[in-house]
């Protein structure tokens, strides 16, 4: 799948790294204690999922060896995340799971295998695993997959529904298999399928993005209703999450010629995610009183500069080490 450019993906790619700033960029403008800091929160919840399904999508099912897989991961993945990680974190920029005077050797290792040296970087820990298994999910058949899919919904909604509740960490929960399996696993299908549901979405992409635009919107109503959110939903807000999903894929199929700005973002994802986290803290704490007071104002100010300082520092990279960027910042 990774020899094509699909339109679809690279838009969703582009709004779910955009939105992933975002969330970082409102996650200590408030203290979620009222209407506005929820909804935002809310609304965002399928920047995540949305990119495990793009990575499950463009996982290569058939055309390359096993070992030229793992050559390409590895080279795509690790080298980039592991200078991004030691920089980030002696550096002692904002934003340390574990700030510099702190650290010791063992914490130092946990952190980078466990992508905790930011809290945020569990997502390339999660994309490990998830490829890890992918190896011998791509020599299963599709009817099998399609079984397994079905499984991890199940697996998800027990999760999220009893599981969550239990007492588990944060940290263990952002990392835990059963949160994202689905996603994942969904991109996986809809690659494996993409004729015959491509087809479908295109003949009827109207009636589905206007029909989720709808429940979507029913969704988020409902769940504000006596001053709840999506935490008193879990299950709804899976609807909700995968609902949006559907949404940004269809709509991709209108981007005939690929936009290059969307192109740009979405080829710049992995980058955007490795290096927007300090900046938007950074500027944060220019104003210290957002940790008290949600804004909108300044999460939008915060938002801009973690997306235009980690296209800044990409810019910078490539222009200083040419086609080596792709080791230190991933593209």
Not at 105 to 119: D, K, P, S, V
Not at 167 to 188: E, I, K, N, T, V
Request: hydrophobic fraction near 50%; include cysteine.
């Amino acid at each position: 799948m990774e020899s094509r450019r699909y339109s679809e993906i690279d838009l969703l790619k582009c709004v779910c790294i955009s939105t992933v700033v975002y969330i970082h960029a409102i996650s200590t403008s408030f203290e979620p204690s009222n209407f506005l800091g929820y909804l935002a929160s809310d609304f965002c919840r399928f920047a995540v999922p949305g990119l495990f399904f793009a990575a499950g999508f463009l996982f290569d099912k058939k055309k390359a060896s096993t070992g030229q897989i793992i050559k390409k991961k590895l080279v795509r993945l690790l080298p980039p995340y592991l200078f991004c990680s030691l920089c980030i974190q002696f550096l002692n920029v904002p934003g340390l799971s574990v700030e510099l005077k702190n650290l010791d050797a063992g914490q130092l290792i946990y952190n980078l295998i466990f992508g905790n040296t930011l809290g945020i970087y569990y997502y390339v820990f999660v994309l490990f695993y998830l490829f890890a298994g992918s190896l011998v999910l791509r020599h299963v058949p599709g009817k099998w997959v399609l079984g397994l899919w079905g499984l991890s919904a199940l697996l998800l909604l027990l999760f999220v529904k009893v599981l969550v509740g239990c007492g588990m960490s944060f940290f263990l929960m952002l990392r835990h298999p059963f949160f994202h399996l689905f996603a994942y696993l969904s991109g996986w299908v809809f690659s494996l399928y993409y004729e015959a549901i491509g087809s479908f979405l295109k003949k009827h992409r109207v009636k589905v993005i206007c029909g989720g635009f709808v429940l979507a919107a029913i969704i988020l109503v409902y769940t504000r209703m006596g001053g709840n959110h999506f935490a008193s939903f879990p299950i709804l807000t899976q609807f909700y999450v995968y609902t949006c999903i559907i949404i940004l894929f269809t709509a991709g199929m209108w981007i005939h010629e690929f936009h290059p700005g969307i192109r740009f973002v979405s080829n710049a994802s992995y980058g955007i995610y490795l290096l927007h986290f300090p900046i938007v803290r950074a500027c944060q704490s220019i104003y210290p009183e957002i940790s008290a007071h949600y804004s909108f104002v300044y999460a939008f100010v915060s938002w801009c500069f973690g997306i235009a300082g980690s296209i800044l520092i990409i810019f910078m990279v490539q222009k200083l080490s040419g086609r080596n960027s792709r080791y230190l910042i991933g593209c």
